[in-house]
């Protein structure tokens, strides 16, 4: 399954969905079908594939068909990811969740607080603030992660957790996101209510804004979280030591020894690449409810 | 609203801009104010460098740097061509989606987001070992053909790249068009067929000019990503240095400046020189949309 043969089969839709009302009913829904079925088989096989050769032995990868099993070495495999290298690959499973986790729920609480205050506060210099948030969309990574870089190893942050913590805190689309949230979920009718009922403005926001917003919080979470965990080139500059690294840069790291120094690491890289699929999978099916309106939300709106 | 309960409005904010100060204005005044400095060697170098103030000559050189402008051009043809292939297979298929019932569209969206809930670092990881003719199914595939395809040949690397990032794109735009269809109201589909509107006159006319909005802004952000495209030919070069070398994206050109030729003051000018061209990128591509829509 290859692009071209998905472009062929969009080419065919043209053709086939010509005016003809009378083609629509059977032969168009059955056409619909197809279509649906062979980009479907594009989306799994190369997740397929990975699951099968993380099941191989060397042997096998290099000499069997890669679609289908040969022996079941996974266990064996697995057990030599985490032992490669006095088990760094763990250290890096547990970098990578604590800068997603913990970077995550920072931002996500900093996030709400200031989509609060911009949707249901008029103070002077909102819009700028707003501005800020929306204008930061457009600045490219290179600009923001350079002068950080610098930054960072002046104060001696480089190379420690706070280099990858730190900038996880302030995330402008989170704020972007939790405006947008608050506006749809936190009626002024229900502030005033508890204003008149003398309620502090702090006590609101923790314990009847934060309430209502645990939808929309968790959406904002995730999407930090997914964020994070996918980082790449701030991890890959303010991270140098290998202790400090994430599970993406490790395998990069993993992914580039064949020809740095001939070392073969290919079944490694590929079961750890099945390793860090799982947490991910297993947090986006468990909270499906909440980014399939996330994803759409935030595009939207 | 009530003075005092303004600025308790505005202090909700206040975590937020100190952090938007600290980590954002301040690095990139401090960017912009390297990118106005040289290093200045002394001797051989041995007497360590003084920073000298330079104007602008750091941008000066950068729109004359051929290695860098390429990098860009690059980018812009690769993006010209993946990205309305991309958003053309991701709006059929939310198009596909959309005529089917809702029970056996949950399903197939399942599927075809896959992808997406894959890290992109592993994405290209996988995607390399397919393309790989050692390890890959797809070189044996080829040959069953009569086709001896190299994937990191030279003519060969973008379109792999290509095919890596709309395996990759397709089900994220496609939830968010279908999004955007869902919300078209279906009593106008009902009308334009009692008037003996096709199927796909009413996908032409009424729903594509209904996700034109989604459409556009899933453009605009994927333009923003692929001008800063680094993953994918990062690791692409773990695997073929000769094909993808060090300059061949504009932030691989900027990473390598700064850390491994160690010309900070030059790589802070051309990541400048880069925002620069992702702001006019989204001008012209926002202008160029918005005109159409008229």
Same mark, same amino acid.
């Given at each position: 399954?290859?692009?071209?043969?998905?472009?062929?089969?969009?080419?065919?839709?043209?053709?086939?969905?010509?005016?003809?009302?009378?083609?629509?009913?059977?032969?168009?829904?059955?056409?619909?079908?197809?279509?649906?079925?062979?980009?479907?088989?594009?989306?799994?096989?190369?997740?397929?594939?990975?699951?099968?050769?993380?099941?191989?032995?060397?042997?096998?990868?290099?000499?069997?068909?890669?679609?289908?099993?040969?022996?079941?070495?996974?266990?064996?495999?697995?057990?030599?990811?985490?032992?490669?290298?006095?088990?760094?690959?763990?250290?890096?499973?547990?970098?990578?969740?604590?800068?997603?986790?913990?970077?995550?729920?920072?931002?996500?609480?900093?996030?709400?607080?200031?989509?609060?205050?911009?949707?249901?506060?008029?103070?002077?210099?909102?819009?700028?603030?707003?501005?800020?948030?929306?204008?930061?969309?457009?600045?490219?990574?290179?600009?923001?992660?350079?002068?950080?870089?610098?930054?960072?190893?002046?104060?001696?942050?480089?190379?420690?957790?706070?280099?990858?913590?730190?900038?996880?805190?302030?995330?402008?689309?989170?704020?972007?996101?939790?405006?947008?949230?608050?506006?749809?979920?936190?009626?002024?009718?229900?502030?005033?209510?508890?204003?008149?009922?003398?309620?502090?403005?702090?006590?609101?926001?923790?314990?009847?804004?934060?309430?209502?917003?645990?939808?929309?919080?968790?959406?904002?979470?995730?999407?930090?979280?997914?964020?994070?965990?996918?980082?790449?080139?701030?991890?890959?500059?303010?991270?140098?030591?290998?202790?400090?690294?994430?599970?993406?840069?490790?395998?990069?790291?993993?992914?580039?020894?064949?020809?740095?120094?001939?070392?073969?690491?290919?079944?490694?890289?590929?079961?750890?690449?099945?390793?860090?699929?799982?947490?991910?999978?297993?947090?986006?099916?468990?909270?499906?409810?909440?980014?399939?309106?996330?994803?759409?939300?935030?595009?939207?709106? | 609203?009530?003075?005092?309960?303004?600025?308790?409005?505005?202090?909700?904010?206040?975590?937020?801009?100190?952090?938007?100060?600290?980590?954002?204005?301040?690095?990139?005044?401090?960017?912009?104010?390297?990118?106005?400095?040289?290093?200045?060697?002394?001797?051989?170098?041995?007497?360590?460098?003084?920073?000298?103030?330079?104007?602008?000559?750091?941008?000066?050189?950068?729109?004359?740097?051929?290695?860098?402008?390429?990098?860009?051009?690059?980018?812009?043809?690769?993006?010209?061509?993946?990205?309305?292939?991309?958003?053309?297979?991701?709006?059929?298929?939310?198009?596909?989606?959309?005529?089917?019932?809702?029970?056996?569209?949950?399903?197939?969206?399942?599927?075809?987001?896959?992808?997406?809930?894959?890290?992109?670092?592993?994405?290209?990881?996988?995607?390399?070992?397919?393309?790989?003719?050692?390890?890959?199914?797809?070189?044996?595939?080829?040959?069953?053909?009569?086709?001896?395809?190299?994937?990191?040949?030279?003519?060969?690397?973008?379109?792999?790249?290509?095919?890596?990032?709309?395996?990759?794109?397709?089900?994220?735009?496609?939830?968010?068009?279908?999004?955007?269809?869902?919300?078209?109201?279906?009593?106008?589909?009902?009308?334009?067929?009692?008037?003996?509107?096709?199927?796909?006159?009413?996908?032409?006319?009424?729903?594509?000019?209904?996700?034109?909005? &989604?459409?556009? !802004?899933?453009?605009? #952000?994927?333009? +923003?990503?692929? $001008?800063?495209? /680094?993953?994918?030919?990062? %690791?692409?070069?773990?695997?073929?240095?000769?094909?993808?070398?060090?300059?061949?994206?504009?932030?691989?050109?900027?990473?390598?400046?700064?850390?491994?030729?160690?010309?900070?003051?030059? &790589?802070?000018? !051309?990541?400048?020189? #880069?925002?620069? +061209?992702?702001? $006019?990128?989204? /001008?012209?591509?926002?202008? %160029?949309?918005?005109?159409?829509?008229?």
């Amino acid at each position: 399954m290859t692009l071209i043969e998905e472009r062929r089969n969009a080419h065919q839709v043209r053709r086939l969905n010509k005016p003809d009302p009378a083609a629509r009913s059977r032969g168009g829904q059955r056409f619909l079908l197809v279509g649906l079925v062979l980009a479907s088989a594009y989306s799994l096989f190369p997740v397929w594939w990975l699951i099968v050769a993380a099941t191989k032995n060397r042997t096998g990868l290099y000499q069997s068909n890669g679609l289908w099993f040969s022996g079941m070495h996974l266990w064996a495999n697995v057990r030599q990811v985490f032992t490669y290298e006095n088990g760094i690959f763990l250290r890096w499973t547990a970098n990578s969740f604590l800068y997603a986790g913990v970077g995550s729920l920072g931002g996500t609480l900093i996030a709400l607080a200031t989509g609060y205050g911009l949707a249901r506060f008029e103070f002077p210099g909102r819009s700028a603030v707003f501005a800020c948030v929306v204008g930061s969309f457009l600045i490219p990574i290179a600009l923001l992660t350079l002068p950080l870089y610098l930054m960072f190893s002046k104060i001696g942050l480089v190379d420690t957790p706070w280099a990858m913590l730190i900038p996880c805190l302030i995330n402008p689309f989170s704020v972007y996101l939790a405006k947008v949230y608050t506006e749809a979920t936190v009626p002024f009718e229900l502030l005033e209510a508890a204003r008149l009922d003398g309620a502090g403005e702090l006590r609101i926001f923790f314990s009847i804004v934060l309430r209502m917003m645990t939808t929309g919080g968790a959406t904002v979470f995730l999407l930090a979280f997914v964020n994070t965990w996918n980082a790449f080139f701030l991890p890959l500059t303010v991270l140098r030591g290998e202790e400090n690294w994430t599970l993406n840069i490790g395998l990069y790291n993993w992914s580039g020894k064949r020809l740095e120094s001939g070392v073969d690491l290919t079944s490694l890289v590929l079961t750890g690449a099945l390793l860090s699929i799982v947490p991910m999978a297993v947090m986006m099916v468990a909270m499906r409810r909440y980014w399939r309106t996330g994803v759409t939300l935030g595009a939207l709106k | 609203m009530i003075r005092s309960q303004r600025w308790k409005g505005a202090a909700f904010t206040v975590p937020f801009q100190l952090g938007f100060v600290f980590l954002y204005l301040i690095p990139i005044g401090y960017a912009v104010y390297e990118s106005l400095f040289v290093e200045h060697q002394s001797g051989l170098g041995l007497g360590g460098s003084t920073q000298k103030f330079s104007g602008l000559d750091n941008y000066q050189q950068g729109l004359t740097d051929s290695a860098f402008m390429n990098s860009v051009l690059r980018v812009v043809l690769f993006a010209c061509v993946q990205l309305p292939v991309m958003l053309l297979i991701s709006l059929l298929l939310a198009l596909f989606l959309d005529a089917l019932s809702s029970k056996a569209a949950g399903r197939f969206r399942i599927f075809l987001l896959v992808p997406y809930m894959i890290p992109g670092v592993v994405a290209a990881i996988v995607w390399i070992n397919l393309y790989s003719p050692d390890v890959g199914p797809l070189t044996p595939l080829g040959k069953v053909f009569g086709l001896s395809w190299n994937f990191f040949a030279p003519s060969m690397v973008w379109p792999s790249i290509g095919n890596l990032l709309t395996w990759h794109g397709i089900g994220y735009n496609m939830v968010i068009i279908y999004a955007a269809l869902q919300g078209v109201p279906r009593d106008l589909f009902e009308a334009a067929r009692l008037d003996g509107a096709s199927e796909f006159r009413v996908a032409t006319s009424i729903k594509i000019p209904y996700v034109r909005g &989604a459409l556009v !802004l899933t453009g605009m #952000l994927s333009i +923003i990503q692929m $001008l800063q495209i /680094f993953n994918e030919p990062a %690791l692409f070069r773990n695997v073929t240095p000769q094909t993808v070398n060090d300059s061949f994206t504009p932030i691989m050109i900027i990473y390598n400046q700064a850390f491994n030729a160690g010309n900070y003051h030059y &790589a802070a000018a !051309l990541s400048v020189l #880069l925002a620069l +061209i992702l702001g $006019l990128a989204s /001008f012209l591509f926002y202008r %160029l949309t918005a005109k159409e829509a008229d």
